[in-house]
Nanobody, 123 residues
């Protein structure tokens, strides 16, 4: 059973910083990519940042130059360094692990999700 656990959320003032952490257990394989998504009340879940096993990253336009995603040295760990936080960054942040594997030569994929960690930006 693969489990992802996020931590590091909390209440922060506008302009502040937070660092989210994600650690996965139960998988003998390294994820091909890990990502952070967020969902604000009444809105759809959206991609915040994603990093592949080769280190390629992509970010939502709204967080570019403010957030940085990285992978840890331990297998299937990821971090999201958030700075210059804005009230509109308030959301439940989810960690995602994306795995590609092959059965009989055909590619399959699985996505794994954590339970989420709340980030609230407010004065």
């Amino acid at each position: 059973q693969v489990q992802l656990v996020e931590s590091g959320g909390g209440l922060v003032q506008p302009g502040g910083t937070l660092r989210l952490s994600c650690a996965a257990s139960g998988s003998i394989f390294s994820f091909n990519a890990m990502g952070w998504y967020r969902q604000a009340p009444g809105k759809e879940r959206e991609l915040v940042a994603r990093i592949t096993s080769t280190g390629s990253t992509n970010y939502a336009d709204s967080v570019k130059d403010r957030f940085t995603i990285s992978r840890g040295n331990a297998k299937n760990t990821a971090y999201l360094q958030m700075s210059s936080l804005k009230p509109e960054d308030t959301a439940l942040y989810y960690c995602n692990g994306h795995l590609i594997y092959y059965i009989g030569g055909s590619p399959r994929e699985s996505n794994y999700w954590g339970q989420g960690t709340q980030v609230t930006v407010s004065s």
